[in-house]
């Protein structure tokens, strides 16, 4: 994926039951490498965020590049302030 550029996004409804089509959509513009990471964190989006109550939403959007991916989840927070933690190249 060197030097391509990609960056769409995608809202869908605060369930479960649509980690599916987040699944579908990351491996549409990245391929099978990503779906993994993406059913892990819409699930905890939908789970520990507002976004899992009725008429909410989750967005996922995908940046790539070169030699990077990004794959971000927007949810209605939740209770509780996150950490920041580093991140790695992993």
Same mark, same amino acid.
């Given at each position: 994926?060197? @030097?391509?550029? &990609? +960056?769409? #996004?995608?809202?869908? =409804?605060?369930?479960?039951?649509?980690?599916? %089509?987040? /699944?579908?959509?990351?491996?549409?513009?990245?391929?099978?490498?990503?779906?993994?990471?993406?059913?892990?964190?819409? @699930?905890?989006? &939908? +789970?520990? #965020?507002?976004?899992? =109550?009725?008429?909410?939403?989750?967005?996922? %959007?995908? /940046?790539?590049?070169?030699?990077?991916?990004?794959?971000?989840?927007?949810?209605?927070?939740?209770?509780?302030?996150?950490?920041?933690?580093?991140?790695?190249?992993?």
């Amino acid at each position: 994926m060197a @030097g391509v550029a &990609v +960056r769409e #996004s995608v809202t869908l =409804a605060g369930r479960a039951e649509r980690a599916r %089509a987040a /699944r579908s959509f990351v491996s549409e513009v990245l391929g099978d490498v990503a779906i993994l990471l993406v059913s892990e964190i819409f @699930g905890n989006s &939908v +789970r520990h #965020s507002g976004s899992g =109550a009725a008429g909410e939403t989750v967005t996922v %959007a995908v /940046r790539a590049g070169d030699g990077t991916v990004r794959i971000e989840v927007t949810d209605r927070a939740g209770p509780g302030t996150p950490e920041l933690r580093p991140g790695s190249r992993d």
